[in-house]
């Protein structure tokens, strides 16, 4: 992955880049595999050292597992490093937030419980 979001919105678009990369210096298209949380979710053609876009949608709160990979080549001694992984935490979009300074102040009461009411 060029570009993973840490955050995505549950049931939106999410905006990735990723990039193939061939040690043996071999160019041309590829086959990508794209799964969220386990389950296939599409099949993106690549071409190899080109960035690529990616939109993927965040299925669930909290954890979420994003994998390329690609098939194994004639030649290679281990597929291990033909996947990559990617960590997205899945929030939704009515989550409130109260930042609080770590220090007892009155003022952050009063905030917190404007924003209850």
Same mark, same amino acid.
């Given at each position: 992955?060029?570009?993973?979001? %840490?955050?995505?919105?549950?049931?939106?678009?999410? *905006?990735?880049?990723? %990039?193939?990369?061939? $040690? &043996?210096?071999?160019?041309?298209?590829? *086959?990508? =595999?794209? $799964?969220? #949380?386990? @389950?296939?979710? $599409?099949?993106?053609?690549?071409?190899?050292?080109?960035?690529?876009?990616?939109?993927?949608?965040?299925?669930? !709160?909290? %954890?979420?597992?994003?994998?390329?990979?690609? &098939?194994?080549?004639?030649? @290679?001694?281990? *597929? !291990? #490093?033909? =996947?990559?992984? !990617?960590?997205? &935490?899945?929030? %939704?979009? #009515?989550?409130?937030?109260?930042?609080?300074?770590?220090?007892?102040?009155?003022?952050?009461?009063?905030? =917190?419980?404007?924003?209850? $009411?």
């Amino acid at each position: 992955f060029e570009n993973a979001p %840490r955050f995505g919105l549950v049931g939106k678009p999410l *905006d990735m880049s990723y %990039r193939v990369i061939a $040690s &043996d210096g071999q160019t041309g298209p590829v *086959d990508v =595999r794209v $799964s969220v #949380n386990g @389950e296939q979710v $599409s099949v993106e053609h690549a071409t190899i050292g080109q960035p690529m876009k990616l939109e993927v949608t965040i299925p669930n !709160a909290g %954890r979420n597992i994003v994998q390329l990979g690609i &098939d194994h080549e004639p030649g @290679e001694l281990t *597929d !291990a #490093n033909n =996947r990559a992984i !990617a960590l997205v &935490d899945g929030i %939704r979009e #009515n989550l409130r937030v109260l930042l609080v300074s770590g220090e007892p102040h009155a003022g952050e009461r009063t905030w =917190r419980n404007l924003l209850k $009411s």
